[in-house]
């Protein structure tokens, strides 16, 4: 079994690549739910189903989130009531948090709504939410506050974030599942997310850095820093704004406690001995998922590394 | 200040016709709440949206429920979760759904949030639903009970109705409004709408139909029957088989106690004899609002015969 610790556009990516080259029941994957909203009343669970439509083949390509060719016809029309029309979630996206609402509402907990909705799907792999209890994500910015959408979609990362912490994370369990998971698997991949506000929600979860200490598995991250920038998303900018430096070094030394093998980019090969004085292993390859063939590639070579890893020790 | 009894499309361009002779700020629509449906987890109103929408000039001419242009994206993508085809409700028409079902569940009354709705659209209209109480109309049919939209949209009125029952209805009472909105007008309109399923559901609510008894206004009524048929829905084909005949008199008969001044079609003119018959006035003009102009001319005709009778009185 691979666990896979998943945000939403790089952890999708590299998990189309996985599930090209092993069964898809062979993946278990476990989804940060920090960045979950509500909006119009609606549970939104954006890297839940980023992951599930991109493993279905229906993630907008463009984009990387969202539903490919979907229209923004209700988003509009809720402008009418006076909802902001900044959170442009897509007609047939809004449906999937529609539904997500309802089981919600009817009682169901979030990891039966998950599995739910990837069954609907189609999906092969094995989705968890890291925690069936509400975890937010806020962002301290230097004038106080906010919700992770907030800084995110309405302010498109346009704020020097200062600090990042996880509402409700000290009262939350990891769901049913995710424990096991990391426990019972032959690597534990962290996804090329970003470590702040994707990854760091799923090692916040009490138990789940301790199960990650503790387990057989190989333990590999996949750098999203790539030649000192970001593929997707605010993590290059939160590494400088939070004091760190802006490499795969600095991922590899985030996650040093809990890893055992760092996947850097060819681009940062001359990182490769400094990662290796943190006592990880490092492997260097293409990590730039730019077509199917090489979401492939990195997805083999990550298996490749991690089963030499466990071979050697 | 002139108040009308309302079902759906018949009154909505009954209400057209009204809002296009006297100010709007003089018209309090009593709006039918019995059709409601929980859709998706969605709090569904199709009477008082589609007299908003008609009001605001912005429903679906061709149907005369829904909104204008509207898709159908949202519905069609929630098949993938296992929901119904058949309640093919408007992408827009939706986005009101989810607004009304948020207000509701963050503690708004019914009252405020029709109220909120049709602000919204900018109506000058005073929108009062009949009840904040849950009143659901179930349909008996041959082999048993089922909802109203079970029968209306799923089967098409295709169903031989037995009976026509309004679950709640006794424990509920009447909205904020309703009753002064009954005693202080200078006319009760019943609307040409479904006697049944409609204004049945008005009158039914405790302490409706005592008030209409009392009132010093006039009450008039509309006949939805023309001819031994209907305009729209499914009131011919429920007056038969409930044991009426299908006529403006059977309607006149149905609101009798409740009634001054019966309003029936040129086409029925010779029924005017026998509405006079059961006590009440009886006023013959053209009721087929086919246009504007003669929605406006049905106002203005009811309005005017109102004011006779209130005059000779």
Redesign the interface.
């Known amino acids: 079994m691979l666990t896979v610790l998943a945000g939403g556009v790089g952890a999708s990516r590299f998990l189309q690549g996985l599930a090209s080259v092993v069964n898809e029941s062979e993946i278990t994957v476990i989804s940060n739910t920090a960045d979950d909203v509500e909006m119009?009343?609606?549970h939104v669970q954006p890297d839940v189903d980023i992951v599930i439509y991109a493993l279905a083949g229906a993630v907008n390509p463009e984009t990387g989130w969202g539903l490919e060719g979907?229209?923004l016809?209700?988003?509009?029309?809720?402008q009418?009531?006076?909802?902001p029309g900044w959170f442009n979630l897509g007609?047939?996206d809004?449906?999937?948090a529609?539904?997500r609402?309802?089981l919600k509402?009817?009682g169901w907990q979030l990891h039966e709504i998950v599995e739910?909705?990837a069954a609907?799907?189609g999906l092969g792999v094995t989705m968890l939410p890291m925690s069936n209890e509400p975890i937010a994500t806020r962002i301290v910015g230097p004038d106080g506050e906010i919700a992770f959408q907030d800084y995110m979609v309405r302010l498109k990362t346009g704020l020097e974030v200062r600090d990042v912490r996880f509402d409700g994370v000290e009262q939350a369990r990891p769901a049913p599942g995710v424990l096991d998971a990391i426990r019972g698997a032959e690597a534990v991949i962290v996804a090329p997310s970003n470590p702040f506000v994707s990854v760091g929600p799923i090692l916040a979860v009490p138990g789940v850095r301790e199960a990650l200490r503790t387990t057989d598995a190989v333990r590999v991250a996949i750098s999203p820093i790539v030649a000192g920038n970001v593929v997707k998303g605010p993590a290059a900018q939160m590494l400088q704004s939070l004091g760190h430096e802006v490499s795969a070094l600095a991922v590899a030394r985030l996650y040093r406690d809990v890893l055992d093998l760092m996947v850097i980019d060819e681009q940062d090969r001359e990182l490769q001995p400094a990662v290796e004085e943190l006592g990880l292993a490092c492997h260097v390859t293409d990590t730039m998922m730019v077509s199917p063939e090489r979401k492939a590639a990195l997805a083999s070579a990550t298996l490749s590394a991690a089963r030499q890893y466990a071979a050697a020790q």
Chains 1, 2 share one sequence.
């Open positions: 119009f009343g609606l979907d229209t016809n209700v988003v509009q029309a809720l009418r009531y006076g909802y007609d047939r809004l449906a999937t529609i539904h609402t309802r509402r009817d739910d909705i609907a799907w």
